[in-house]
T-cell receptor, first 112, second 114 residues
Framework: SQELEQSPQSLIVQEGKNLTINCTSS?????LYWYKQKYGEGLIFLMM?????EEKSHEKITAKLDEKKQQSSLHITASQPSHAGIYLC????????????FGQGTTLQVKP | DGGITQSPKYLFRKEGQNVTLSCEQN?????MYWYRQDPGQGLRLIYY???????QKGDIAEGYSVSREKKESFPLTVTSAQKNPTAFYLC?????????????FGPGTRLTVL
């Protein structure tokens, strides 16, 4: 079973619509990372959350970490075709080792 | 991240052959990582190194080997013992920020076994 579960696995939205991707763990997360990937390319770092209840935003993307530090959500407001790609959450569940585990990824398509 | 290079971008290997993937960084970071990505499974950690001349096994090290003779280089060898080597391989470095550590990734190498 996956230690870090992402949902949904895939998402198709109309341009301009909002969307949310979730990332859930059964263990406490010492650090939660969100990355974006275009197919066949490396991962681009989006945001990192560490404290319970923390929220960060970059342009139209907002990420939150719940108080228990076991669930994170990534919210995109007014989606654009440039938001299309694979979104991955990664987490440090051991603490300060740099060893990350990853969710399966969420593939996002944005229809113009 | 522009400071991490992986080569080649595409690699083809015949069954039974060893092959080495290159990862170089010019960012002066101590920690480097190798991950494997398969469709629908996210990334899995193969090996990591926190300092020169030292490295540790990750979750799926069987059939792989690494070396860390220089700070800027962390090559990964996929040996003939690796049963399913066809995958996308990603190298990463850890940037130790003032309050948080972040991993940045290279562009990846796609290995195909023929």
């Amino acid at each position: 079973s996956q230690e870090l579960e992402q949902s949904p696995q895939s998402l198709i939205v109309q341009e301009g619509k909002n969307l949310t991707i979730n990332c859930t763990s059964s263990k406490t997360l010492y650090g939660l990372y969100w990355y974006k990937q275009k197919y066949g390319e490396g991962l681009i770092f989006l945001m990192m959350l560490q404290k319970g209840g923390e929220e960060k935003s970059h342009e139209k993307i907002t990420a939150k970490l719940d108080e228990k530090k076991q669930q994170s959500s990534l919210h995109i407001t007014a989606s654009q075709p440039s938001h299309a790609g694979i979104y991955l959450c990664g987490a440090d569940i051991v603490g300060n080792t740099g060893k990350l585990i990853f969710g399966q990824g969420t593939t996002l398509q944005v229809k113009p | 991240d522009g400071g991490i290079t992986q080569s080649p971008k595409y690699l083809f290997r015949k069954e039974g052959q060893n092959v080495t993937l290159s990862c170089e960084q010019n960012l002066n970071h101590d920690a480097m990582y190798w991950y494997r990505q398969d469709p629908g499974q996210g990334l899995r950690l193969i090996y990591y190194s926190q300092i020169v001349n030292d490295f540790q096994k990750g979750d799926i090290a069987e059939g792989y080997s690494v070396s860390r003779e220089k700070k800027e280089s962390f090559p990964l060898t996929v040996t003939s013992a690796q049963k399913n080597p066809t995958a996308f391989y990603l190298c990463a470095i850890k940037d130790r920020g003032r309050s948080t550590d972040t991993q940045y990734f290279g562009p990846g190498t796609r290995l195909t076994v023929l």
